[in-house]
Structure formats: structure tokens, C-alpha cells
């Protein structure tokens, strides 16, 4: 929940992360980070650049969903870490320089320079962010800077949860089980990792099974079929169907594992692009909530969470590998 309090020439808006400290001053710090969240809903920020000490410099870009950027830059005032950041805001082009407001349409007695102070506090292991936007001109273009903090503050909520985490939910009565991942990598990557019979099998499954690809016919109406093989030497195989494949952005098949025949589930898995990273949204239907309590008892969250570990490293490996080149 959010608290905003608006007075002549300055905006405070007060929210609670459910977050340790350090995790939301990252988010603050990091230019890797400010790329997933900074701006509002629909906007992303494809620039960050930040000499982050006393008396450096920052240049931000915001992207509108019309291709639009608005760049931004100022100057660190004052940073005590995991306590404060106070820093100057001025309006920019891509080059670092400041423009007055009317060069992005905005109209009103716009300062050339506002003041952002962040304050950070630790409430029993969660943060409670207090921001204030001083100089800010009141009428419509303040009321759009609070509504932009705002949804900027939702998806850095949303980015701090589920950051380098799988979150799995299965509702009590309902025959389903959704789980969403983020990936450090852009969506064409992680989707293809999805679909190369050479890459599936160094992340599908927990690592203590060795997976082949028997089959994989990757369009509407083709089928799949992969066997595991333990230590041990023995065999698990799982097979579906396709039912669509729309590149990059979702993939629905059946799943059936094998060894309990007649038991079918119906995947789909979701590719959200954000920012540079990749938001991945799996849903399992299954024929029962009986069917769906099952698996779970049979282990599924817990191959789950290791599988989903084992693809966050194979593309993380794979970023690596690019940035070396």
C-alpha cells in the first residue's frame, strides 16, 4: 500500500516493500535493475546510466509504447548506503543535456532542476521507501508525475518478488497450478530455449536425470515425447501434443506423464517481455483438483523450482558467453 501527500511544489509518496533492505537499495543502485522497473506501466527504460558517488552523474531513458523516449539527468546530492539517495531531476536529451520541459510538450513553470530524496527503512524485514519530488509545478503534469511514480513503484514491487525466484501457486479447489519465473535474458532467447531439442535437455527436469529428446514435431498438431533416465538406469518418459506455437510469445501442449497413463494436463507457457529480462508464465490444468493434488504430493514443485534454476543458468551462461565474445 502506498501514501501520498501532496503539498505546494512537492510530492511524498510512502510504500511498503515486502523486501529486505538491501534487496530494495539494489533495485535502486543497480543500472541492471532500474532497467526492469523504472517508469510507468507500459514504459520501459532501454537506457540506465549512472556514475553512482557524490557529485556523479545519471542519464535515464523512458520508452513509450510509442517508441517515444524521454531521457532524464541529474546529479547525486547526497548517498548513504541502504539509508538515502538525494539527487537532482532535469529533463535531458540522449546526450546528457538538460532541456527545458516544453521540449517534451509539457507545459507549466517547470525549475530546471527538481530534488528526489529516496529514504529507506527496515520494518522487521520489510522496506518502507519514502519518496519526495520537490519543485514539482502543481496542475495535470504533477498529478502524471505521482501517477508515473506510482505504477513505477508497482513494477519494482513486482520485480523485487519475483526476482531470481519461481513463484508457484495452487489454489485450494481449483484444478490448476500457476507458476511465473523472470529470466535475465531477452524473450526470443528464453523462448527458444523452450523449443531446442539441443538445449531442453541441459535444463528439463531436476539435474539428477539425464533427459533425451525421443521426439519433437514443434507445431500445432505435432507431438513430443522425452525419456529421463536416472542414475540408477531407470526410465521415465512424459509425451503431448501440440496445440500452439506462436513465436515468441506462448507455446500450449498436453502433458502425460507415462508411467500413469490417462492422466493428461493441459500446459501453457506465457513469454512477457520487461524491459531486457523475460517474464514467463507457466498454467497447468488438470482434469481434477484430485489429478492436480497428486502431483503435487509426487514432488512437482520441488522438480519445478529446480528446473526453473537450472534454465535461469543456461541463459545465464549463454549471456556470459555473448558478453565474451
Request: glycine share 8%; proline share 5%; aromatic share 10%.
Amino acid at each position: 500500500m502506498a501514501t501520498t501527500i501532496k503539498n505546494k511544489d512537492e510530492l511524498t509518496i510512502t510504500r511498503l516493500f515486502d523486501a529486505p533492505r538491501e534487496a530494495v537499495w539494489k533495485a535502486w543502485t543497480s543500472t541492471e535493475f532500474l532497467k526492469k522497473w523504472w517508469g510507468p506501466k507500459l514504459f520501459t527504460a532501454p537506457v540506465i546510466k549512472s556514475d553512482l558517488r557524490v557529485g556523479g552523474k545519471y542519464l535515464y531513458c523512458m520508452r513509450g509504447p510509442d517508441g517515444k523516449d524521454y531521457w532524464s539527468t541529474g546529479v547525486y546530492r547526497d548517498i548513504v548506503p541502504l539509508e538515502r539517495l538525494v539527487m537532482t531531476d532535469s529533463f535531458a536529451d540522449e546526450n546528457g543535456n538538460v532541456v527545458p520541459a516544453s521540449h517534451y510538450g509539457m507545459t507549466g513553470d517547470w525549475p530546471a532542476a527538481l530534488l528526489v530524496t529516496v529514504l529507506f527503512e527496515e520494518i522487521n524485514g520489510r522496506t518502507k521507501v519514502t519518496l519526495l519530488h520537490e519543485g514539482l509545478p502543481a496542475g495535470m503534469m504533477r498529478e502524471m508525475t505521482e501517477t508515473g511514480w506510482s505504477e513505477s513503484f508497482d513494477k519494482l514491487a513486482e520485480s523485487i518478488a519475483t526476482s531470481g525466484r519461481t513463484v508457484i501457486r495452487a489454489e485450494r479447489g481449483k484444478p490448476e497450478v500457476v507458476m511465473t519465473r523472470v529470466f535475465d535474458a531477452p524473450r526470443d532467447q528464453v523462448f527458444r530455449a523452450h523449443l531446442d531439442p539441443d538445449l531442453i535437455p541441459q535444463w528439463w527436469g531436476p539435474e539428477r536425470y539425464t533427459t533425451v529428446i525421443d521426439k519433437m514435431d514443434a507445431r500445432p498438431g505435432g507431438s513430443w515425447r522425452f525419456v529421463q533416465t536416472d542414475a540408477a538406469g531407470n526410465s521415465y518418459a512424459f509425451h503431448g501434443v501440440y496445440h500452439d506455437v506462436l513465436s515468441p510469445e506462448r507455446i500450449v501442449d498436453t502433458f502425460e506423464f507415462e508411467g500413469t497413463p490417462g492422466h493428461v494436463s493441459l500446459e501453457t507457457a506465457t513469454f512477457e517481455e520487461t524491459g531486457n529480462r523475460t517474464k514467463v508464465t507457466y498454467r497447468s490444468v488438470f482434469q481434477s483438483v484430485e489429478d492436480r493434488d497428486e502431483m503435487i504430493r509426487e514432488g512437482m514443485e520441488e522438480g519445478a523450482l529446480e528446473t526453473m534454476d537450472r534454465l535461469a543458468g543456461l541463459l545465464g551462461r549463454s549471456k556470459a558467453e555473448k558478453k565474451a565474445a
